[in-house]
């Protein structure tokens, strides 16, 4: 892999144009904590930008966020490396790879408990809900179907789990359920 020689321009916020068919959804709560993110520690990412049209590949609520805080100059980097197909592709990686994990709650409660003077609910943080290391009992009450919805074999696809209505011992039920991939100890 070749190494790219980033650098990092201000470009004032006017000569930027959105991607007309950026596939990230912006919705106002999150719009509202970048904008404390950007109040409490500056604008501190570089969007990133193609082609001489200043076209952003990633970094469109950064954008929505500065102009709510009528910011006129942002960090840019070009990402003028990048064929078309790159730039579409690496703007969906962009944006899935940070879907695709969670945190560590027993260290990000060690985190949350050293931070007292920022308020981090404010940064989207449920702080007392992820502190709160009792078991909480819900008040799921439902009346059971006459006849079951489910099917045995039947796959459900939770985000990227799957649930399969089907029996743990057996192992024809979990390699379906693995894909054909499980490694089994029957």
Same mark, same amino acid.
């Given at each position: 892999?070749?190494?790219?020689?980033?650098?990092?321009?201000?470009?004032?916020?006017?000569?930027?144009?959105?991607?007309?068919?950026?596939?990230?959804?912006?919705?106002?709560?999150?719009?509202?904590?970048?904008?404390?993110?950007?109040?409490?520690?500056?604008?501190?990412?570089?969007?990133?930008?193609?082609?001489?049209?200043?076209?952003?590949?990633?970094?469109?609520?950064?954008?929505?966020?500065?102009?709510?805080?009528?910011?006129?100059?942002?960090?840019?980097?070009?990402?003028?490396?990048?064929?078309?197909?790159?730039?579409?592709? &690496?703007?969906?990686?962009?944006?899935?790879?940070?879907?695709?994990?969670?945190?560590?709650?027993?260290?990000?409660?060690?985190?949350?408990?050293?931070?007292?003077?920022?308020?981090?609910?404010?940064?989207?943080?449920?702080?007392?809900?992820?502190?709160?290391?009792?078991?909480?009992?819900?008040? &799921?009450?439902?009346?059971?179907?006459?006849?079951?919805?489910?099917?045995?074999?039947?796959? &459900?696809?939770?985000?990227?789990?799957?649930?399969?209505?089907?029996?743990?011992?057996?192992?024809?039920?979990?390699?379906?359920?693995?894909?054909? &991939?499980?490694?089994?100890?029957?």
């Amino acid at each position: 892999m070749e190494k790219e020689n980033i650098k990092i321009e201000r470009l004032e916020i006017d000569s930027l144009k959105p991607y007309e068919n950026n596939a990230k959804s912006h919705p106002k709560k999150q719009i509202d904590q970048i904008v404390e993110s950007i109040r409490r520690f500056g604008m501190i990412d570089p969007i990133g930008i193609w082609s001489e049209e200043n076209i952003i590949v990633e970094g469109h609520g950064r954008l929505i966020a500065c102009k709510e805080l009528g910011v006129k100059e942002v960090p840019v980097i070009r990402l003028d490396h990048l064929s078309d197909e790159e730039r579409r592709a &690496y703007a969906l990686a962009h944006n899935q790879t940070t879907l695709s994990s969670g945190f560590d709650t027993e260290m990000l409660r060690v985190e949350l408990s050293d931070i007292k003077d920022i308020d981090m609910d404010r940064l989207g943080f449920d702080v007392e809900k992820i502190m709160n290391t009792e078991a909480q009992e819900d008040d &799921y009450e439902a009346a059971l179907p006459k006849e079951p919805k489910a099917k045995h074999g039947q796959i &459900y696809g939770l985000g990227r789990h799957r649930v399969m209505c089907g029996d743990s011992t057996k192992e024809e039920d979990v390699k379906r359920l693995m894909g054909g &991939y499980a490694r089994t100890c029957f």
